[in-house]
């Protein structure tokens, strides 16, 4: 995958609360997990299960997020005058892993915004904070350990860019511009949920194979794969596609992803071995893929419907 050099890139939606902003990842992952029921995540509630298996979080760690916070932690600060300073174009996109977050977002908001209104829907895009170890959000403080998450109770996207890394170095993933768009895109997903009202079919905490979390979890993912599609064909402010160059090598990365956070891999690749399907909030492995798959072969936002009655979750 290829960003046009030529392309304008578009800041207005980034928010930068690294302290100081620049380019680049954040600090390292760590500390507690404070993020649960609010906020809907790539990996954010299996890693919650997943350290409190592991003793990772202790008692009062706590499960649901607390309403009603907002600011930042001390000493972090909004700066979003580097990232309109460093990334400007496609060609900074191709070169600084910030500037491509950036050119994601852009592509996901125009091809979410033309999609929504071939329905009559106005698309409200979610802003995008780059944070470091710790923030708060509108679902309640959260650390760099529950991984990008999307809060509803703010409508805005968090994640630590050093994720990435991780994705590659703890979960094996085999990484790539890809494969870090489609966990882009699955947040965007619950954005498109939170704009049509789907996040009220869940019961806060709600887990198991055939849960509503996991029908969430999984429909992100399909709306991911929708974006996948059409990725190389959405212009963006300049006019023209931002996106080139997608290659079966990218979507099997994006799938290779998908499979490294699935439920079933966290609990026996690092959870100690055991599979609990109880416990399941994203859905398996194999799940993932095929809902990605599902969105990436139709292009069809609405044959990701993975509440509808009877549907075979895989």
Same mark, same amino acid.
């Given at each position: 995958?290829?960003?046009?050099?030529?392309?304008?890139?578009?800041?207005?939606?980034?928010?930068?609360?690294?302290?100081?902003?620049?380019?680049?990842?954040?600090?390292?992952?760590?500390?507690?997990?404070?993020?649960?029921?609010?906020?809907?995540?790539?990996?954010?509630?299996?890693?919650?299960?997943?350290?409190?298996?592991?003793?990772?979080?202790?008692?009062?760690?706590?499960?649901?997020?607390?309403?009603?916070?907002?600011?930042?932690?001390?000493?972090?600060?909004?700066?979003?005058?580097?990232?309109?300073?460093?990334?400007?174009?496609?060609?900074?996109?191709?070169?600084?892993?910030?500037?491509?977050?950036?050119?994601?977002?852009?592509?996901?908001d125009g091809?979410?915004?033309? +999609? !929504?209104?071939?329905?009559?829907?106005?698309?409200? @895009?979610?802003? /995008?904070?780059?944070? %470091? $170890? &710790? #923030? =708060?959000?509108?679902?309640?403080?959260?650390?760099?350990?529950?991984?990008?998450?999307?809060?509803?109770?703010?409508?805005?996207?968090?994640?630590?860019?050093?994720f990435y890394?991780?994705?590659?170095?703890?979960?094996?993933?085999?990484?790539?511009?890809?494969?870090?768009?489609?966990?882009?895109?699955?947040?965007?997903?619950?954005?498109?949920? +939170? !704009?049509?009202?789907?996040?009220?079919?869940?019961? @806060?905490?709600? /887990?198991?194979?055939? %849960? $509503? &979390? #996991? =029908?969430?979890?999984?429909?992100?993912?399909?709306?991911?794969?929708?974006?996948?599609?059409?990725?190389?064909?959405?212009?963006?402010?300049?006019?023209?596609?931002?996106?080139?160059?997608?290659?079966?090598?990218?979507?099997?990365?994006?799938?290779?992803?998908?499979?490294?956070?699935?439920?079933?891999y966290i609990?026996?690749?690092?959870?100690?071995?055991?599979?609990?399907?109880?416990?399941?909030?994203?859905?398996?492995?194999?799940?993932?893929?095929?809902?990605?798959?599902?969105?990436?072969?139709?292009?069809?936002?609405?044959?990701?419907?993975?509440?509808?009655?009877?549907?075979?979750?895989?």
């Amino acid at each position: 995958m290829r960003f046009d050099e030529n392309a304008r890139l578009d800041t207005s939606q980034i928010d930068d609360l690294r302290g100081g902003g620049g380019r680049g990842g954040g600090g390292g992952l760590g500390g507690r997990v404070a993020v649960g029921g609010g906020g809907l995540g790539v990996v954010g509630l299996i890693l919650y299960f997943l350290l409190t298996q592991l003793g990772g979080v202790g008692a009062g760690g706590g499960y649901a997020l607390p309403g009603g916070l907002s600011g930042l932690p001390e000493g972090q600060t909004t700066d979003t005058s580097q990232a309109a300073q460093n990334c400007r174009s496609g060609a900074d996109a191709n070169s600084e892993l910030d500037c491509e977050v950036v050119a994601v977002v852009n592509s996901l908001d125009g091809y979410w915004s033309d +999609a !929504l209104a071939r329905s009559g829907i106005t698309y409200q @895009p979610p802003r /995008t904070n780059f944070f %470091s $170890g &710790s #923030v =708060r959000t509108g679902c309640g403080s959260a650390s760099s350990a529950v991984g990008p998450f999307y809060c509803p109770g703010d409508n805005e996207i968090y994640i630590d860019l050093s994720f990435y890394q991780e994705l590659e170095t703890r979960f094996g993933a085999q990484g790539g511009p890809f494969a870090r768009a489609y966990v882009m895109a699955h947040e965007f997903g619950h954005h498109i949920q +939170a !704009l049509l009202g789907t996040n009220s079919r869940v019961r @806060p905490g709600e /887990t198991g194979p055939t %849960s $509503g &979390s #996991v =029908r969430l979890e999984l429909q992100a993912d399909c709306y991911a794969g929708v974006w996948a599609a059409h990725a190389e064909s959405t212009p963006t402010a300049s006019g023209q596609p931002l996106i080139s160059d997608i290659t079966q090598d990218d979507i099997a990365a994006a799938l290779d992803t998908a499979a490294r956070i699935g439920d079933d891999y966290i609990q026996s690749e690092l959870g100690g071995g055991r599979v609990d399907e109880s416990q399941f909030s994203h859905g398996s492995s194999a799940q993932r893929e095929r809902w990605f798959t599902t969105g990436y072969e139709t292009g069809d936002p609405a044959r990701c419907d993975t509440f509808a009655r009877g549907v075979d979750l895989g």
